[in-house]
């Protein structure tokens, strides 16, 4: 699986949106974007996904450029239970689905 | 979304013996379930991938006679730590499922 590179912490007002930026340069054609999101001592949470078209769901909306190098995920209104590790993952679909490679994630912190 | 439970959310046990940790797919079956191992302050590094009805897939690195994978059910796969040492003590993470990946709460091993 392709390497992400995210920055290491990132912080956002209460309220604010949180624009998460994810570098993904090697990824593959059939290789999609996801990204999650872990609160202190527990598994990750799934927010959205997406291969190549901008997707919103209701907790994120996820925007990928067209050369597919590059992600961000943004929170539209960031609130303190925001704050937690977002990882941002390439991952092939297919044979072996769901094998992950976690990078190192960035950390969020919503402050009021 | 889909849930994953796993059991127990945290167990200890003395240097020498061994623990099981299982993983359940709860509204769906897996016949993939993936483990994963997270040191404190560290991303999570995957394991192994655990196959229904045949072996598991182990990762560079990870010895398969001391962490027993089995995946007897379609929504059942376990991780058993043997002979566990101090150095085994982490927080053990499975996921399950399709496009979205859905991960467990996870399970705090400490050995003592």
């Known amino acids: 699986d392709a390497k992400t590179t995210q920055p290491p912490s990132m912080d956002c007002a209460e309220g604010r949106a949180a624009n998460l930026p994810c570098n993904h340069s090697?990824?593959?054609?059939?290789?999609?974007v996801y990204w999650y999101r872990q609160i202190h001592s527990q598994g990750p949470q799934y927010i959205i996904h997406?291969?190549?078209n901008n997707e919103t769901n209701e907790m994120a909306s996820l925007i990928i450029t067209e050369d597919r190098k590059s992600s961000t995920l943004i929170l539209p209104h960031a609130t303190l239970r925001d704050t937690a590790v977002y990882y941002c993952?390439?991952?092939?679909?297919?044979?072996?689905?769901?094998?992950?490679?976690f990078g190192d994630g960035t950390t969020l912190t919503v402050k009021p | 979304g889909a849930v994953v439970s796993q059991h127990p959310s945290w167990v200890i046990c003395k240097s020498g013996t061994s623990v099981k940790i299982e993983c359940r797919s709860l509204?769906?079956?897996?016949?993939?379930m993936f483990w994963y191992r997270q040191f404190p302050k560290q991303s999570l590094m995957l394991m192994a991938t655990?196959?229904?009805?045949?072996?598991?897939?182990?990762e560079q690195g990870v010895e398969k006679d001391k962490f027993l994978i089995n995946h007897a059910s379609l929504t059942l796969s376990t991780l058993t730590v043997t002979s566990a040492h101090p150095e085994d003590s982490s927080f053990y993470i499975c996921?399950?499922?399709?496009?979205?990946?859905?991960f467990g709460p996870g399970t705090r091993l400490t050995v003592t």
């Open positions: 997406g291969l190549k």
């Open positions: 655990s196959n229904e009805g045949s072996k598991a897939t182990y």
């Open positions: 090697t990824i593959s054609g059939n290789e999609y």
């Open positions: 996921s399950a499922g399709g496009y979205e990946q859905y």
């Open positions: 993952i390439v991952r092939v679909v297919g044979t072996n689905a769901g094998k992950s490679t």
């Open positions: 509204d769906f079956q897996a016949t993939t």
